[in-house]
């Protein structure tokens, strides 16, 4: 029987360039699937970067859904009361989407567009998810911060960057409904967004995926142990230094995240996987775009001298307390609005 997967993505305009390098990665390396099926949640993507996505998809012989979300983002503004993330709706937009997307499996897997899959996605198709409404990788982030939201310490927090999706069990335990209702009579904002709201009602009912499935980049741009203080992380409520550094050789999903190096999208990035970015952005349709421009804020620019300049270990240190101060500022802010 041939394979067949559903995928999720999300993207304004912004990212569309960024999400169509990481399909571009995914169908390269999954030729093999006799059917991938992609939705793409649209919030306002140029025509441009629309018809460059379908071109790439009809160069590999795979289906594309546009899916368009004017009653998602109408419900998250006037009848829920939310307020934008960044000046855009589009993170929450996935939440609202699941129930109703005509997959042709029982799953769907949920992409952030700053991944590289660099690697076979097959095995995702046989994981066993029985009594389970989704299943994530551990979120990589500062372990005081769950106290924030709410969360014991010992628990586990895991990254919705990548999520398996068990549609079926995702409407019979109404989970659009039960985020509806949290967002909209217990708290409306949270740092992390929709991660956050994930984790806080559904982390019992999450199953544990391997990290080489969501490899958070901080791991290459700090090293493994210096993550480890960073963070405050223990094999408790996460995984082990020793399965980080295996899934380290070569991950199968990439999670290019922030951090002072900036991002292999943008023109002064010093991050570790600009070459990886730059294998799948050749030979895609953005190939010979220009990298983007973005204004560096002093701290930002600070924190990139002490990177460069300190050893990792004195780094990692001082980083862990301006993470900290940071998550608690950001946190407050959050719930004022």
Not at 37 to 47: A, C, G, K
Not at 77 to 98: E, I, W
Not at 175 to 183: F, G, K, P, S, V
Request: aromatic share 12%.
């Amino acid at each position: 029987m041939s394979k067949v997967i559903d995928v999720l993505y999300q993207s304004n305009d912004y990212y569309a360039p960024i999400t169509g390098v990481s399909m571009t990665s995914l169908m390269e390396n999954n030729r093999d699937f006799g059917e991938i099926n992609f939705f793409l949640l649209n919030d306002q993507i140029s025509n441009v970067n629309i018809e460059k996505i379908k071109y790439c998809c009809e160069q590999y012989g795979r289906n594309l859904v546009i899916v368009e979300t004017d009653a998602i983002l109408t419900r998250l503004r006037d009848d829920l009361g939310v307020t934008p993330y960044k000046g855009t709706y589009t993170t929450y937009f996935k939440l609202f989407s699941f129930k109703d997307l005509p997959i042709t499996t029982d799953r769907i897997l949920q992409l952030d567009g700053d991944t590289i899959i660099n690697g076979s996605l097959s095995p995702l198709c046989e994981i066993d998810l029985s009594g389970y409404i989704m299943a994530a990788t551990y979120d990589c982030i500062l372990n005081e911060y769950k106290s924030l939201i709410d969360i014991p310490l010992t628990d586990k927090y895991y990254n919705c960057g990548v999520l398996l999706i068990n549609q079926p069990e995702w409407i019979r335990a109404n989970c659009e409904e039960r985020i509806a209702h949290h967002l909209k009579h217990t708290r409306t904002r949270y740092f992390t967004v929709d991660q956050d709201v994930l984790n806080v009602l559904f982390r019992d009912k999450t199953k544990y995926l391997d990290i080489t499935y969501n490899l958070n980049s901080g791991f290459y741009v700090y090293g493994v142990n210096e993550s480890f203080n960073i963070y405050g992380l223990s094999p408790e409520y996460y995984t082990t230094n020793e399965e980080v550094a295996t899934a380290c050789e070569n991950p199968v999903i990439n999670h290019c995240m922030g951090a002072m190096t900036g991002r292999p999208w943008e023109e002064d990035s010093i991050h570790p996987q600009n070459d990886l970015f730059d294998r799948y952005l050749k030979i895609s349709p953005w190939n010979g775009t220009d990298k983007l421009k973005v204004k560096r804020a002093p701290l930002f620019r600070l924190q990139r001298a002490l990177y460069k300049t300190l050893p990792h270990g004195i780094y990692s240190t001082l980083h862990r307390l301006m993470l900290t101060r940071f998550l608690k500022d950001m946190n407050k802010s959050v719930q004022k609005r």
